[in-house]
């Protein structure tokens, strides 16, 4: 997985967060498949499509603070992470 410090967009914006869809309990093979990017003061109440229950690792970057919820709409259980 990147380090939460390296986490920025190939012309160097920041990135607050990825989301990732495959995971493994070998961390070389780690936050691979699909990429969701997660823009800092992005606020998403609703996963975009094909994405609802497929996140399995994630990585957040420094000085940021990701929050999620286990329903749709903001509902539900939250956890919240952070580098």
Do not use: H
């Amino acid at each position: 997985c990147p380090s939460p410090s390296t986490l920025k967009l190939p012309n160097g914006t920041r990135i607050c967060a990825q989301l990732y869809t495959d995971n493994s309990p070998y961390y070389d093979q780690c936050c691979a498949g699909e990429v969701l990017v997660v823009d800092p003061g992005e606020d998403v109440p609703y996963m975009p499509r094909g994405w609802a229950a497929r996140v399995s690792s994630l990585v957040v970057g420094t000085r940021c603070e990701l929050t999620v919820w286990s329903r749709a709409g903001k509902k539900g259980k939250s956890r919240r992470f952070g580098a």
